[in-house]
């Protein structure tokens, strides 16, 4: 009895030590892997040239080059999401995705050949692993958006405190919540780490590419190269901002009916077909069969395609 009570003992104790050891070397593989990240930003780039961001289109292409291609652009969207998903994860979240979409698109009754609807689904589902990184990168943005204004107000009081640039940016990165928090310390370990500044602001303005941004990159190069007052530029630039959301929120209460009018007419011939194929199945066989019955469906196809289009151009107004 005694022999089994050590033996279990052992295997517990051999299973928690197991466990603690996997943990601590995922923690410091994490610690590690950042590091590397920040050093990578840091050292990247090869030798130190003149860097100007106001707002060249032009240039910032150039300057992402690297980041062309079908690859470079999900992994670009990946890290504005703020995601922690590799490229590999991401393409195989879509595969996944694929298969599933194409099992239960064979289950659909329509009057298709059953390669045709696994394909139709499986496309259309292996979409939703790229549309959630989306999202996530609307929302991410949205939110440091928000907080911009707050954080350019913080640097501006530390300043005028008598704190140097480098050190309100520490605090702000510190106080300041994630996701401009999170991307604030990245900035400011760039330059504890020796990056120059205007290479840490390109960086800064690249990974969070809001117009904002690169106003606040700008207006902080520009005052190191005429001099001036900067916690009053940034006062300014925090008060525009400011207004721009106050004159946004408006703009976006005016076309609250047009939005709801385009979401209704074009979620409402979707939910029609949805239901007749759940409960009469065979009921729209003669629209899928007959020569004038598909360019029935392609003609609506269309129509509604160009109705959400024109809906969108008059609705959407840019502020």
């Given at each position: 009895?005694?022999?089994?009570v ?11 030590l197991?466990?603690?050891?996997v ?10 892997k ?21 707002i060249?289109e032009?240039?910032?292409?150039q300057k ?11 992994k ?8 922690d ?23 659909i ?16 589902a ?11 990168r609307?929302?991410?943005?949205a939110?440091?958006?928000e ?13 005028r ?8 940016l ?8 994630d996701?401009?928090?999170?991307e604030?310390?990245?900035?400011f ?20 590419p809001?117009?904002d ?13 005429t001099?001036g007052n900067?916690?009053e ?15 946004k ?9 047009g939005?709801?009018t ?6 409402l ?31 609506g196809?269309?129509?509604q395609?160009?109705g ?9 107004i840019?502020?």
């Amino acid at each position: 009895m005694n022999v089994v009570v050590i033996f279990c003992f052992l295997i517990i104790l051999g299973a928690l030590l197991m466990s603690i050891s996997v943990g601590l070397r995922y923690y410091e593989n994490s610690r590690r892997k950042k590091l590397v990240s920040m050093l990578r930003t840091v050292t990247q780039g090869g030798e130190e040239t003149h860097v100007n961001l106001l707002i060249d289109e032009e240039k910032t292409k150039q300057k992402t080059a690297e980041g062309t291609g079908l690859a470079g652009s999900l992994k670009k969207l990946l890290s504005e999401s703020g995601m922690d998903w590799s490229l590999q994860r991401l393409m195989i979240s879509m595969a996944v995705a694929f298969l599933v979409g194409a099992v239960l698109g064979t289950r659909i009754h329509l009057p298709v050949p059953p390669a045709a609807k696994a394909l139709l689904f499986g496309t259309i589902a292996s979409v939703l692993p790229i549309l959630v990184v989306m999202k996530n990168r609307s929302s991410r943005l949205a939110a440091m958006e928000e907080q911009l204004p707050e954080a350019l107000d913080f640097l501006a009081r530390s300043m005028r405190a008598g704190h140097a640039f480098t050190i309100s940016l520490e605090m702000v990165g510190e106080e300041l919540a994630d996701p401009l928090g999170h991307e604030f310390r990245s900035l400011f370990n760039e330059q504890n780490l020796g990056a120059s500044l205007e290479r840490s602001l390109t960086g800064f303005a690249q990974r969070v590419p809001l117009p904002d941004v690169h106003f606040f990159s700008s207006a902080v190069l520009l005052q190191r190269q005429t001099g001036g007052n900067l916690s009053e530029i940034l006062n300014r630039l925090s008060h525009i901002i400011r207004e721009r959301f106050r004159l946004k929120g408006q703009v976006k209460a005016a076309s609250a009916h047009g939005r709801m009018t385009a979401t209704v007419l074009t979620l409402l011939p979707i939910c029609t077909l949805g239901g007749l194929v759940l409960t009469s199945p065979g009921y729209l066989d003669p629209l899928m069969t007959d020569p004038l019955g598909k360019k029935l469906v392609i003609a609506g196809i269309v129509f509604q395609v160009l109705g959400n289009y024109f809906i969108q151009k008059i609705i959407k107004i840019k502020v």
